[in-house]
């Protein structure tokens, strides 16, 4: 669902840094967010903005029915979705996609 997504999509955003910097200072740049730095720095603020617009929209940071001893269970469900043909800066291990998850749970 979407509020889901909107859950865990800065820390997803965060697991492509630096492989989709360039990508995210674009988009800091098309919003308009006033950002001095390099493309990092950008790609950061923007994430940061992205946070800051959850949370005023009351969006939770974390889940609060995540348990621990289903993570492992739902990154390998998440590893195996991964379809070669989505255009993403890099397909996430199992241990990565359970680092993300153990984040928002």
């Known amino acids: 669902n979407g509020r889901a997504n909107a859950v865990i999509l800065p820390h997803v955003l965060e697991g492509y840094l630096p492989k989709c910097d360039q990508e995210l200072a674009d988009l800091c740049d098309a919003i308009g967010l006033k950002c001095d730095g390099d493309k990092h720095a950008k ?36 590893e195996k979705e991964a379809n070669p043909l989505y255009p993403c800066p890099e397909f996430f291990t199992k241990e990565k996609l359970a680092e993300i998850i153990r984040k928002v749970g």
Not at 55 to 62: D, L, R, T
Not at 64 to 69: I, K, S, T
């Open 43 to 78: 790609a950061l603020a923007f994430i940061k903005n992205l946070k800051a617009m959850n949370k005023q929209m009351g969006i939770p940071e974390k889940f609060d029915v995540l348990e621990d001893a289903n993570v492992e269970k739902m990154a390998t469900w998440a």
